[in-house]
């Protein structure tokens, strides 16, 4: 019984996926259209058209799934030699490095925003 809960669950949280297209066809915006299903669901279950008892469950089980969807493409990557080699680290260390500082500027950024808004406020 509780695996065909979750699964009419996944199918419930598909049909955003199928809005998200439908929306996608009709309006052209920069965003794939699983997004826009997630915006839609997260909309629906603000305005209460869809309670969180309704797709919990499926939701948890996808969630706890996930590392199965990136499994290929870390084997994927073994194939190649050179991300095991110097040419790798340095490739890892410049992905490190550039996401630090990405962080570092969007806190900054966003700490001076803050400060600039509390600032006018007064």
């Known amino acids: ?62 969630l706890a799934e996930l590392l199965l969807f990136f499994v290929p493409s870390a084997v994927g990557i073994v194939n190649y030699n050179e991300i095991l080699s110097w040419e790798g680290f340095e490739m890892v260390l410049l992905i490190g490095a550039s996401t630090f500082i990405v962080m570092a500027t969007t806190a900054f950024t966003s700490d001076f925003i803050h400060k600039r ?6």
Request: aromatic share 12%.
């Open 1 to 62: 019984m509780k695996i065909l809960t979750i699964i009419i669950q996944i199918f419930f949280i598909h049909l955003f996926l199928f809005l998200g297209v439908g929306v996608k066809h009709f309006i052209p915006v920069p965003i794939p259209a699983s997004m826009i299903g997630l915006i839609l669901l997260l909309i629906a279950l603000f305005t209460k058209l869809v309670k969180i008892e309704w797709i919990e469950q499926g939701g948890n089980w996808l």
């Open 117 to 122: 808004k509390g600032s006018v406020a007064k």
